[in-house]
């Protein structure tokens, strides 16, 4: 079962997992999260594109190191079979991606996300994929298909989600999130990703930690 704990302090775990009538909301508010699949555009946000997804712009937040909220730990079983803790991970850098397979958007960034992730791999830069959708034979043949080099998890049962909308409002798949050294959220991308917006953010997050100077 893949879950994400939020041990910060005065952050409270959703109340989904403990109480029935929370249980109603969130599929609810799971199903709008599966409706906002988002389709990159470059101005005029919030129309209805031709395929039938809400269309997204791509908007991009980030946040100072004071004002960043978490930390994020993300556990669950990917589709290979691999156990995940992102606790584990000796990462500079955490990249998480909402995704599913039939999600247009998805598809259009899938190359450029598995190029970067290669790319950064080098720097201690980790991915990670969070399917909000598909069972395991779908899932992985999108991964065959773009050759994407880092796992996913599954998350049909949106707990995943729903404690990271309790950091970091996701609001539309696919959404991609950057998670600075100490846990934190620094960035987040509603929508399609750009490659370059990705490798921009991911490398400031990487020069926060580097050293500045000579100590004098």
Known sequence: MSMVRAPWRGVKTPGVLRRAPAMVAFCAGLAVLLA??????????????DQGFVSGDGSVRTWDPGDRDG??????????????????????????????????????????????????????????????????????AFERTFTVPYPSIGDRSGRVVAELNGVVPLQAVPTTVVVDKDGMVAARVIGQIERSTLESLVEDVLAEEEPTGDGS
């Open 71 to 140: 930390p994020v730990r993300v556990t669950g079983t990917a589709f290979d079979g691999q156990e995940i803790d992102t606790d584990d991970w000796d990462a500079e850098v955490l990249v998480l991606n909402t995704w599913y397979a039939a999600c247009p958007p998805c598809r259009a960034e899938a190359p450029d996300l598995a190029a970067v992730a290669e790319q950064l791999e080098p720097d201690g830069v980790r991915f990670l994929g969070i399917n909000t959708e598909d069972e395991a034979p779908t899932a992985q």
């Open 36 to 49: 906002g699949c988002a389709t990159a555009a470059p101005s005029g946000a919030g129309q209805v594109a």
